[in-house]
Nanobody
Framework: QVQLVESGGGLVQPGGSLRLSCAAS????????MGWYRQAPGTQRELVAT???????NYLDSVKGRFTISRDNAKNTVYLQMNSLKPEDTAVYYC???????????????WGQGTQVAVSS
């Protein structure tokens, strides 16, 4: 059974920083893409950042230059460094990984439970 566990959320003032982590555990054969999504109350979940197995990254326009996604393959972990945070970044942040739990089984998307980020003075 694969589990993704996020950490690092919290309350921060505008202009502050947070670092989110998401570690995958359980039966994992291979991980392809990793990413972060967020969902604010009353809105649809939106893609924040992705990182592929070749370290190619992609960002939501509104976070470019402020957020950085990275991965540690040895630890099956993805990170999201968030700087210059704004109130509009307030949301529940979810990590996702496209992984193969065992040889011979297809890749599937797995999700974390979400971690709250609140940006307020």
């Amino acid at each position: 059974q694969v589990q993704l566990v996020e950490s690092g959320g919290g309350l921060v003032q505008p202009g502050g920083s947070l670092r989110l982590s998401c570690a995958a555990s359980g039966s994992i054969f291979s991980i392809n893409g990793m990413g972060w999504y967020r969902q604010a109350p009353g809105t649809q979940r939106e893609l924040v950042a992705t990182i592929q197995s070749d370290d190619t990254t992609n960002y939501l326009d509104s976070v470019k230059g402020r957020f950085t996604i990275s991965r540690d393959n040895a630890k099956n972990t993805v990170y999201l460094q968030m700087n210059s945070l704004k109130p509009e970044d307030t949301a529940v942040y979810y990590c996702t990984m496209y992984l193969k739990p065992q040889r011979g089984i297809r890749y599937s998307s797995y999700w974390g439970q979400g971690t709250q980020v609140a940006v307020s003075s």
